[in-house]
């Protein structure tokens, strides 16, 4: 610089703060009126790696609603699936707590654990994890099954499912015998078999092509709005994006930001956002709402 000459503005202009306090009143007027049905208070996830701690997850807090789409987003190591276990009460946090329906999952024995999750949580992996001795109805007639139903019914209902994913003519084919984006299908059916009121999708279109990956997408999200589920995914996804109601970023094991779709620009293959306010806890901005 200079000498004389006067000091670089190093403050937002003023149409970016307005943007920033506009993004806290959306969020605001977000949440209002809506139930709370995870809510994750001081989360800290610490492991053991050989001689070394692994901080995970760092003091995270985050409420979900029901009935919205929200997406966790954040490079590889980032903590994104270590909070994506624990909403999902797949894992228990080192220190914080984590309600799912108002249930501490941690508190719960392992009988009481799996039943919670067979009825309250439908899930979705990347590798879809279906049996493949089984047929797609037997695959997801399974969780009916063992949540009581008698066999006859509970296929009649997994029939029903897989019909309403476009697979009505593939009830009796075994994994191996269906794509990809068929297999990723029926583990769809099955995250809905016993109507929970949440379903977990982590990375679901991570192994399928660009427009198959768009199909599952959309099914998703009819299926969560016709039926008024919760839905979280964590996902690399950029096309995932534009179904989500919000988008959770995390970095380092904390959450850099909560956004609202309406204050993202999304682009092909990129995503920016609005200014944001960092908010009282620094960086993780919204993260409380």
């Known amino acids: 610089m200079v000498s004389g ?3 670089e503005q190093t403050s937002r202009p003023a149409d970016a703060n307005v943007d920033v306090h506009r993004g806290r009143d959306d969020l605001r007027n977000y949440a209002r009126g809506k139930r709370v049905i995870v809510s994750a208070r001081n989360v800290s996830r610490v492991y053991k790696v050989g001689a070394e701690t692994v901080h995970a997850l760092r003091d995270v807090s985050v409420d979900i609603y029901a009935g919205e789409y929200v997406s966790i987003m954040g490079p590889s190591g980032s903590g994104k699936s ?3 276990n624990q909403v999902g009460g ?3 946090p080192t220190a914080g707590t984590v309600e799912v329906q108002d249930v501490l999952v941690s508190q719960l024995s392992r009988t009481q654990q799996a039943r919670f999750r ?14 493949p001795v089984m047929s797609a109805t037997d695959n997801v007639a399974l969780p009916i099954i063992l949540g009581g139903t008698p066999v006859d019914q509970a296929k009649t209902r997994a029939a029903e499912l897989l019909d ?3 697979l009505g003519n593939r009830l009796d084919h075994r994994p191996d015998e269906l794509s990809g984006g068929q297999q990723q299908r029926v583990a769809i059916a099955r995250s809905f078999a016993n109507d929970p009121e949440i379903i977990l999708a982590d990375e679901p279109t991570g192994n399928l092509d660009t427009h198959t990956g768009e199909e599952i997408i959309d099914k998703l999200s009819g299926l969560s709005r016709e039926k008024g589920t919760t839905i979280i995914t964590a996902t690399h996804d950029h096309k995932m994006l534009s ?15 909560i956004e609202l779709r309406s204050q993202l620009n999304i682009q092909v293959g990129t995503i920016e956002s609005r200014p944001t306010d960092p908010g ?5 901005g919204e993260a409380a709402q």
């Open 82 to 84: 270590t909070l994506f």
């Open 164 to 166: 309403a994913v476009g």
């Open 280 to 284: 009282p806890d620094g960086d993780r």
């Open 243 to 257: 179904v989500s109601d919000r988008v959770v970023s995390i970095t380092d094991g904390s959450i850099a930001k």
């Open 90 to 92: 797949l894992d228990h």
């Open 5 to 7: 000459s006067p000091p």
């Open 118 to 131: 067979n009825y309250c949580i439908g899930y979705i992996f990347q590798s879809y994890n279906l049996i």
